[in-house]
């Protein structure tokens, strides 16, 4: 998996910095959010706590996918700011044992 930044831009009204990423997946699966997120968080050393994917789709008949993420100045300005249900898309849900 190879990522490619395409775009940053810092919002300072929401205190972020908007990315546009590129995911090369050749040879393999589309990668779960929380792959990306943390392979993001890498590149633009930060803290994963701090990175939301928003948006993320693999084009039909390729293996690249196209994505947007925020990057938080803080965590609770990201929980604040961003949907619950990105929130919830963005962080590791455990399994429930019935």
């Known amino acids: 998996m190879k990522i490619e ?4 831009r810092r919002n300072e009204l929401l ?7 590129l995911i090369d997946h050749k040879g393999s699966g589309t990668p779960t959010r929380l792959e990306t997120r ?3 968080a890498g590149m633009l050393n930060a803290d994963v706590d701090k990175v939301y994917v928003s948006k993320f789709e693999t084009k039909k008949g390729s293996m690249t996918a ?16 961003e949907p619950e ?6 962080t590791r849900q455990e399994k ?3």
Request: net charge positive; hydrophobic share 30%; no cysteine.
């Open 5 to 8: 930044i395409t775009s940053q």
């Open 96 to 98: 429930k044992k019935e």
């Open 15 to 21: 205190k972020r910095k908007e990315v546009t990423f």
């Open 85 to 90: 249900h990105i929130v919830l898309r963005n």
């Open 38 to 40: 943390q392979k993001l």
């Open 66 to 81: 196209i994505g947007h993420a925020n990057l938080y100045d803080s965590v609770d300005q990201a929980r604040h700011t």
